[in-house]
């Protein structure tokens, strides 16, 4: 059984940084896509950005392209999504997500079979 726990989510000031982590375990997670999404208060959850285990191929969303950062840690079976230069409109709870392989970083929920519990991030202004 695939568990994403994640954590690292806090208040931090506009301008601030913070780093999410999601620890996998349950699986050899090679042959996967690992995605983090964020969902504001009455909004549908996003997509952030994806990574894709085996190559580190990595893709973003526009809001947030040149200041988060995905990453992955092979012997830690950690993914991580480093956010700097934050906004207030980067306040939502994140979400890590995980599908088996499929060739390409798909940007839709639907595609994603596992997801964590989430962690709230807040950004003050």
């Known amino acids: 059984q695939v568990q994403l726990v994640e954590s690292g989510g806090g208040l931090v000031q506009a301008g601030g940084s913070l780093r999410l982590s999601c620890a996998a375990s349950?699986?050899?997670?090679?042959?996967?896509?690992m995605g983090w999404f964020r969902q504001a208060p009455g909004k549908e959850r996003e997509f952030v950005a994806a990574?894709?285990?085996?190559?580190?191929?990595?893709t973003y969303a526009d809001s947030v392209k040149g200041r988060f950062t995905i990453s992955r840690d092979n012997a830690k079976n950690t993914v991580y999504l480093q956010m700097n230069s934050l906004k207030p409109e980067d306040t939502a709870v994140y979400y890590c997500?995980?599908?088996?392989?499929?060739?390409?970083?798909?940007?839709?929920?639907?595609?994603?079979?596992?997801w964590g519990q989430g962690t709230q991030v807040t950004v003050s202004s």
């Open positions: 997500a995980a599908r088996l392989g499929g060739g390409y970083l798909p940007r839709g929920t639907p595609a994603y079979a596992y």
């Open positions: 990574i894709s285990w085996s190559t580190g191929v990595t």
């Open positions: 349950g699986r050899t997670f090679s042959t996967y896509i």
